[in-house]
């Protein structure tokens, strides 16, 4: 599936294997998560809340934006978990953008058919190590992304 991206491979693997945070399987942060931010004492839904639904998954009351586009916040079109709020602003309606920054690769921050829309423009990337082969392979040119470690 396309919009899954691409895996790091040969100076891009590399780099993340040589990072002080990589730990063979996945990267680790750097300092330990402060006393009280791991379990802050909200149970985990299960497996079929958090599929399906449940009483936490829909907030309460009305969130404050502007219009929906996309019904669901995943990176298939036909499953996954409905958006809690409509997304604020379409991609055409934006002021030009000098750089696009982009935390990490999990698909509510990395968005196939967003990137693509933003490849075509000539606009810089930034984004954490090893995120860069899905940006290359949606057609970002390398020369245009930045990975920081």
């Given amino acids: 599936m396309k919009s899954l991206g691409k895996k790091p ?3 891009r693997l590399d780099r993340v294997k040589s990072s002080l945070l990589w730990a063979g399987d996945g990267f680790r942060n750097m300092h330990p ?12 839904p299960t497996l079929s809340e958090f599929l399906y639904g449940g009483t936490r998954r829909v907030p ?4 404050p934006v502007g ?9 298939a079109r036909l499953a996954g978990p409905r958006r809690s709020q409509p997304v604020p602003i379409a991609l055409r309606e934006l002021p030009p953008i000098d750089l696009v920054l982009v935390s990490h690769d999990h698909y509510d921050h990395l968005d196939y058919p967003t990137i693509r ?3 075509r423009r000539e606009v810089p990337f930034v984004t ?11 057609g970002v040119p390398a020369q ?3 990975e920081l470690d």
């Fill in 144 to 146: 245009r992304i930045t």
């Fill in 60 to 63: 309460r009351g009305p969130l």
């Fill in 128 to 138: 954490s190590l090893g995120v860069g082969a899905h940006l290359e392979a949606w």
């Fill in 117 to 119: 829309e933003l490849a």
């Fill in 33 to 44: 998560v402060l006393p009280g931010l791991r379990n802050l004492e909200v149970p985990r």
């Fill in 67 to 75: 219009r929906s586009a996309g019904r669901l916040a995943a990176p």
């Fill in 9 to 11: 491979d040969g100076r």
